[in-house]
């Protein structure tokens, strides 16, 4: 299928533009009707805001901030939003485009959506990351709603600042309304479990990936970029749950590497006191923080950012399997390279939706105001999370390709069939 030009369309910039690669090998594949393509190519709604925050010592500062709806035709939109110095429309696009087909691989009833504003977190002080929190969710809400648009935490928002987002509507409305965000506090309408779910939904696939592949999980040596949320909650749901050995993590800080198996608990201990990062821990060596990805080890799992693997390194890359718990941490060039190496990657839209199938929990909790406890999230989190491996999985076989593309051709299928069923109004 061609890249539709028509009105001019321009791609947001080179992660869009690969983000539209993936889609359209997939597409090509599965023969996919090219008016659906052509409109599944493109974001519905892209919101740009510009608002300004009272900083402490009085100064006004002027701060940009972005929210992009992909898809609706399967439901409201589901998406975290991020705080980042470099957030960008193409990253934000990008992450809303990936979010439509993590929803449809999951069957979930929504699209896809993803906000993001420029700004370095550590710069503010609490109630400066308040009154920013506030106001830009106060910007984009005629885009959000229970019934229309759901964000969530991702990279450097949590709970604290979707309980502000939430209170912020709430009180712009008139009423308290939970179902506005997840990822909030337990005690104000959040799920429990919610936190550890994305790292918790990487593990279940891992675990996954080894019984396809015939090993058994608790002789795999792993290395994990990123030791955030995802990062860490994935090292130690692995390692204590599933027995796996995590012998290699990097952060912002640079990396660690402990033959015999790094202990998470103390790991993480070791962070929260060290500001966050991993850097001096003394029970393991140091060393180079992209030399993480090209260590001798079975799993690789990126869970940092964008663009961690590129043509640059996936030459020197020695795992077998890449678990992409990250949003697109590798780019279509390395992973050409990858697939030619007979890597086995499993793509972040089927490997990263544990904290989406726990938000849309949370959603419905809030929705029927009922709460489940964490053993019926957990159990029907590795349900759902291993339903949704082995349907892409036998996609993969069927169509003799690749998980990231056989992903594609499962969701593109359920979102093409919810956009042809209703229809191109008007007619
Ligand atoms: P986070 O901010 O909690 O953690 C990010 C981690 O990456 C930190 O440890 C940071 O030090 C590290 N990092 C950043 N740049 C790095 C670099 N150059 N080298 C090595 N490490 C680096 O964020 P998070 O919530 O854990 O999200 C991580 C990734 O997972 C993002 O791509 C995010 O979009 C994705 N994701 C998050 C969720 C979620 O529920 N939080 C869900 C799905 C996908």
Known sequence: ????????????GPTYENAQKQFLKAADIMELDPNIGNLLLWPQRVLEVHFP????????????????????????????????????????????????????ILNLPYGGGKGGVRVDVTKLSEKELE??????????????????DIPAPDVNTNAKIMAWYMDTYSMNVGYTALGVVTGKPVDLGGSEGRTEATGRGVSIITNEVCKVIDKDIKKTRIAIQGFGNVGSYTAKILN?????????????SGGIYNEDGIDIKD?????????????????????????????????????A??????????????????VEAANGPTTPEAEDILLNKGVLIVPDILANVGGVT????????????????????????????????????????KYNTD???????????RVASAVKQRGYYPM
Not at 288 to 293: H, K, N, Q, S, W
Not at 403 to 413: D, E, N, P, V, W
């Open 1 to 12: 299928m061609k890249l539709s030009t028509a009105g001019n369309l321009e791609p947001f």
């Open 53 to 104: 925050v009272v900083m402490d010592d009085g100064r006004v500062e002027i701060f940009k901030g972005y929210r992009v709806h992909h898809n609706t035709a399967k439901g409201p939109a589901k998406g975290g939003i991020r705080y980042h110095p470099d957030t960008n429309l193409d990253e934000v696009a990008s992450l809303a485009f990936w979010m439509t087909w993590k929803c449809a």
């Open 131 to 148: 009154r920013l929190s506030r106001r830009f969710f106060s910007e984009i809400q005629m885009m959000v709603g229970p019934q229309k």
């Open 240 to 252: 204590e749950d599933y027995g796996a050995k995590i012998v290699a993590i990097a952060d912002i």
């Open 267 to 303: 790991l993480i201990a070791y962070r929260d006191s060290n500001k966050g990062l991993i850097k001096g821990y003394p029970k393991a060596k140091s060393i180079p923080a992209e030399e993480v990805l090209e260590l001798d080890v079975d799993i690789l799992i990126p869970a």
């Open 305 to 322: 950012l964008e663009n961690a693997i590129t043509e640059k390194n996936a030459k020197n890359i020695k795992a077998k399997v890449i």
């Open 358 to 397: 726990v938000s849309y929990f949370e959603w419905v909790q809030d929705l029927q105001v009922f709460f489940w406890d964490i053993d019926e999230i957990r159990s029907r989190l590795t349900k759902m999370m291993v339903k949704a491996f082995n349907e892409v999985y036998k996609t993969k076989e």
């Open 403 to 413: 998980m990231r593309t056989a992903a594609y051709i499962l969701s593109i299928s």
